[in-house]
């Protein structure tokens, strides 16, 4: 909602702006959730619950021991461009859209682009070898990192000793890239506040490579943790609330209202609707 009003505010001002959905659709999970898929789900089940039998089974996997290695196994199958890995990757990424979509919806949030962490996935050599010919990569513990000592900063991790690439390699291939393709005035990251040491650490590499921009147009518009009753929201520890139930009893709420003070109004579900969804949206702007 945040970003969606920048959007809007910034529209409004004269800019021409590009919303971008930064999917987080890389990574282990999608090599458990697979494992986790052949080893207990069935198409049907998939088909007929969605993104819950897709969590369900991907809690079940990350909770699992013996399935650890089995999901290293697929997601490497899946960066080697596996046939089968591809094909479920891409139905499961298929499915969660759809899911998200109707939510996007409901809260009238569009967007330009969604190319996330995948679509960086071939972007990732040329910044690496980049760093390297500037002199700024360094080898530690067969790692490779961005010494900032001296800007008060832990190093930035460019590559794991297995050669996998990271946020910050992701982040630093899709600045680059967004500047080429917008060649934009601001990038506005809206991305809670534990991620702040990130932003700082890649904006600082983005610098050191000699990219100007990135000091005066690049800024992490940050918010607090979303929790509930206390306690932050994990996936992985399978403490979640969906963002569409809660949209859901508002609308509830907001027509057991309307139905006890003007009972009969007329286009009664539409105006509990926008009542319900406009009151949580308008809770967590004001937060």
């Keep these: 909602m945040i ?42 089940e998939v088909e007929k619950k969605g993104i819950d039998e897709l969590v369900r089974l991907y809690v079940m996997a990350d909770k699992d021991e013996s399935m650890q290695e089995e999901g290293k196994a697929w997601f490497k199958k899946i960066e080697d461009n596996d046939e089968t890995a591809i094909e479920l990757f891409n139905w499961f990424k298929k499915l969660t859209m759809a899911d998200a979509e109707k939510t996007y919806a409901l809260l009238n949030v569009k967007f330009d682009s969604y190319a996330g962490e995948s679509f960086y996935n071939d972007k990732i050599q040329p910044v690496v070898d980049e760093l390297e010919a500037k002199g700024l990569l360094e080898d530690s513990d067969g790692a490779k990192i961005v010494r900032l000592d001296d800007y008060d900063m832990p190093p930035c991790l460019i590559l794991k000793n297995d050669g996998a690439s990271l946020y910050a390699t992701r982040d630093i291939a899709a600045a680059l890239y967004r500047k080429k393709t917008y060649n934009f005035d601001k990038m506005l990251y809206v991305v809670a506040y534990h991620q702040s040491l990130h932003f700082k650490q890649f904006f ?12 005066s147009s690049m800024v992490h518009v940050e918010f607090g943790m979303v929790s509930y009753e206390g306690k932050a929201l994990s996936t992985r520890k399978g403490y979640t609330v969906y963002l569409d139930d809660v949209l859901d009893r508002a ?15 007329p286009g009664r579900d539409e105006v509990a609707k926008s009542v319900g969804v406009g009151a949580v949206v308008f809770y967590i702007l004001f937060n």
């Design 204 to 215: 600082k590499v983005l610098e050191l490579m000699g990219y100007e921009w990135a000091a």
């Design 251 to 265: 609308i509830e709420k907001a027509g057991a209202i309307m139905d006890e003070k003007s009972p009969n109004l």
């Design 3 to 44: 970003g969606n009003s920048l959007y809007k505010i910034f529209n409004f001002l004269g800019y021409n702006c590009v919303g971008i959905n930064h999917l987080g659709d890389w990574g282990t999970q999608f090599g458990k959730m697979i494992a986790g898929y052949l080893k207990w789900g069935s198409r049907e």
